[in-house]
C-alpha cells in the first residue's frame, strides 16, 4: 500500500483552510528550521508501506515524530532520512 497520494493530502488541508508549503529535497537543518515554527507532514517509507508522519520538532540529531502507527517516537536522524521520501 502507498498511503495517501500527495496532491490529495494538499488538496483537503487547502480546502480544510490551512497555510501548507510543498518543498522537497530538504536536510536536517531546513526540517529543524522548518519545525521551530510548526510540524511538518512528511511522507516516509516504513516495513514496505508508505505513510504520513508529522514532524514536531528537531534536537540535536533526534527527529520527533508522531506516527499514527505507533504514536510518539523519536529517531535517530540517520534513520528518519533513510526513511524520509514517497515511494
Known amino acids: 500500500r502507498d498511503g495517501t497520494p500527495p496532491d490529495r493530502l494538499l488538496a483537503f488541508l487547502l480546502t480544510a483552510g490551512l497555510a501548507v508549503r510543498v518543498r522537497e529535497g530538504l536536510g536536517l537543518d531546513d526540517l529543524r528550521a522548518m519545525t521551530a515554527a510548526g510540524p511538518a507532514l512528511c511522507p516516509v517509507q516504513s516495513h514496505g508501506e508508505g505513510h504520513w508522519v508529522i514532524v514536531r520538532g528537531v534536537a540535536g540529531q533526534t527527529v ?3 506516527d499514527p502507527s505507533v ?3 523519536d529517531h535517530r ?8 521520501h514517497d515511494k
Not at 77 to 84: I, Q, Y
Open 77 to 84: 536522524w540517520a534513520d528518519f532520512a533513510d526513511d524520509w
Open 71 to 73: 504514536g510518539l517516537i
Open 64 to 66: 520527533g515524530v508522531v
